[in-house]
């Protein structure tokens, strides 16, 4: 059974740095053909893809967050660490990590407040 939990602070100041870090059970995270993504949903507003991390090591981002956002992994942990630079009020969001669309954590409330 693949698990995701998610985890990370809940409250990050304007202009500083959200890190995130979901952390997969069941299945390594190098298995063949996963994909593992991070994805938010700001209040109001529908699901958001951020970008993902795959299975070989190589990654993708959503083109309007490309230039503030870093998703790495740690093998020995099968964890993977999304970071959020510059975060605005905007980045107000349930952040989700979900493996290839099948497996979902449990989303995490992350608000941004000057």
């Known amino acids: 059974q693949v698990q995701l939990q998610v985890s990370g602070p809940g409250l990050v100041r304007t202009s500083q740095t959200l890190s995130l870090t979901c952390t997969v059970s069941?299945?390594?995270?190098?298995?063949?053909?996963?994909?593992w993504s991070w994805i938010r949903q700001s209040p109001g507003k529908g699901l958001e893809w951020i970008g993902y991390?795959?299975?070989?090591?190589?990654?993708d981002y959503s083109p309007s967050l490309k230039n503030r956002t870093s998703i790495s992994r740690d093998t020995s942990k099968n964890q993977i660490t999304l970071q959020l630079n510059f975060v605005l009020p905007e980045d107000t969001a349930v952040y989700y990590c979900?493996?290839?669309?099948?497996?979902w954590g449990q989303g995490t409330q992350v608000t941004v407040s000057s």
């Open positions: 979900a493996g290839s669309y099948a497996y």
């Open positions: 069941g299945t390594p995270i190098t298995a063949n053909y996963h994909y």
């Open positions: 991390m795959a299975y070989s090591g190589d990654t």
